[in-house]
Each structure stands twice: as C-alpha cells, then as structure tokens.
C-alpha cells in the first residue's frame, strides 16, 4: 500500500445504491440509512497495519470534539473487503476500539467488488498467506466523504490529519461548503496538462490500455491517484513489472502515481498505465471522455481517441 500526502481531493461522485452486511447481521442499504447525512465511507480490512486504524483514530478523535448536534449529523461507515477474516464479531469489536458508533459493513467478494466499482475504485486485492508470509489486501485508501446533497465532491487520503478534518467537517456539514473544503488543496495547485490520450482497444474481451502523457509546470511534485472512464467501465492504475532473473513481466495495481515538478508522467506500453474493464465497447476513431485525479492539481478532463493495438507504434511514439 503506498501512502498519500494530506489534502482533500475534489471529486464528483454521487451518492451510490448497494446494500450490505452490517455487524448486527441485517442488511445496510446504503443509499437509504445515510440520505441527508455527511457520510464517511471507506474501505479497508481490520488487520491493516497502518492506513485503516490511523483513519479510524483520527476520525473518531475529531467526532468526539463536535457538539452533539453536529455529531448527529455524521455517519462514518467502515466496509472490509476481507470477508475471509473479518467475521461481523471481528469487524464489531474492532470498530469499537475506535467508536461504537461507527458502522461496519461486509458481503460478499462478488458484492464488495461491486460497491467498490461504483464509487470508481478498483477491487482489492488479497494475497492469501504463505509459509513464510501473512496474508494482506491491498486496497483503496481515501475517505470518501459524501454531503446532504447525496454526492461526494471531496475525499481524503491517507496521511490527512486530524487538524485537516477539524477544519473541513463544519464546511462539509454546511454543504455549501463541500467544494470550498477541496479547495484547500488546489487554490495553489500547479498546472497539469494531460496530451496524446489513447484508450486502446484489445481484439477480444481482456481489459483496454489506456495511455497518455500528463505535463506539471509547477515547481513542486503532484501524483495522479485516479482514472475514471465511466462510460464505458472501471478504470484503474497498473505497473508494468520486469523480472530479469525469470524474464517474466506482470501487472501490478498502484494507488498512485508520481507526476514530477517541471516533468512528466507518461502512461505507455511496458510502463505506467491505465486499465479499463470494459462494460460496454467502444468503437475505433471515438473520443472518450477521461476523468484524472491529481492529489494537488485536483481533477482534469480530457478526450482519448480510442485505437487497436496496430495504432499504438505511432500514436504513442516519443516526441
């Protein structure tokens, strides 16, 4: 899992319809029990080393300073994406170390999968354990944060602090306020240009490439933390990696991706690149709308020309 720098994220994601386990063993619809109230949601596992208890720490930290009527106001929902281990008795005691307030969720892989595609993350990843390993997830880390408005215009990284959420939860409980909280971290943010965008389609039914070039002209670093390509699917971000002793290379998902200052991120084959699993095809010679999020440059929209593989040589050579 690769930690983020503090500083909230502007998004657009509206609030999402599922329903899931909760603790008491009853079925949580999502979209129902939060309307109207500002909603923290993430996913994690309880056996997380670092990211998902320091959330919960600082989160139940700055709850317990609001007054009671703000505290009504705020709903923070915890969904493992470890079902194996984490038993509703598990997931319970372990939120209650935090708040008892605090709501977990679960369901099944298939179900968890599904949430986590709807608010645009990519499905976690569980690396069952070996004789000489325990087993981990690897997983989305920010805190979506959903206002009375029922959508989410901002989430937080790991690495937010508990003075970050103090400042933001009265602008979040104002509404009015959700897209001022995001503005803290771009009202200074460096310039990224995104060019040379390829969604590339593959001959059968694996997973689109997708590849671009993002530019900063800032003097300081940014990092891309996520694709969204809603049109046509779930999108998410992947290394290629080249194992020299065996000559074998493989994917690995990534949380993020560093842009640096004055440089350039390039998305391209046998790097960094993007990977659309495709719900719905579209055609060669299409242009397709792309969604970027920057940890510092916020969010950029650009249009990738969709191509076939005898096309990448050219469009994404060099230059």
Not at 130 to 146: G, I, K, N, Q, R
Request: glycine residues 6%.
């Amino acid at each position: 899992m690769v930690s983020s720098e503090s500083g909230a994220i502007d998004i657009k994601i509206a609030r999402p319809s599922f329903t899931l386990t909760d603790t008491d063993g009853k079925p949580f619809d999502f979209r129902t029990r939060t309307a109207g109230k500002l909603t923290f949601l993430e996913f994690g596992y309880t056996n997380c080393p670092d990211i998902c208890p320091v959330h919960m720490a600082n989160l139940a930290a700055v709850l317990r300073n609001l007054s009671p009527t703000e505290r009504q106001q705020v709903m923070v929902l915890f969904v493992s994406v470890d079902p194996d281990r984490d038993s509703l008795p598990v997931l319970r005691k372990w939120l209650d170390a935090f708040d008892r307030e605090f709501i977990g969720l679960t369901g099944s892989r298939d179900d968890l999968n599904a949430v986590q595609s709807a608010v645009g993350f990519g499905p976690a990843i569980v690396q069952a354990a070996t004789a000489t390993t325990t087993a981990s997830v690897t997983h989305a880390a920010p805190v979506l944060v959903f206002t009375a408005d029922d959508t989410a215009h901002v989430m937080y990284p790991f690495g937010t602090r508990q003075t970050d959420w103090a400042r933001d939860i009265p602008r979040l409980l104002d509404r009015r306020g959700a897209s001022r909280a995001a503005g803290s971290a771009s009202a200074a943010a460096p310039t990224i240009a995104v060019e040379r965008a390829y969604i590339v389609l593959p001959p059968g039914d694996a997973p689109a490439a997708v590849y671009f070039v993002a530019r900063n002209s800032s003097r300081r670093p940014d990092s891309l933390r996520t694709l969204a390509i809603d049109a046509f699917g779930t999108a998410s971000l992947h290394e290629s990696v080249h194992d020299h002793a065996t000559n074998i290379i493989s994917m690995r998902a990534v949380a993020a991706v560093e842009v640096p200052a004055r440089g350039a991120l390039r998305l391209a084959p046998g790097e960094f690149h993007g990977m659309l699993a495709m719900q719905r095809r579209p055609a060669r010679g299409d242009s397709v709308p792309i969604t970027l999020a920057f940890a510092k440059s916020g969010t950029v929209t650009v249009k990738a020309k969709v191509i076939v593989y005898a096309d990448v040589d050219t469009a994404t050579a060099k230059r």
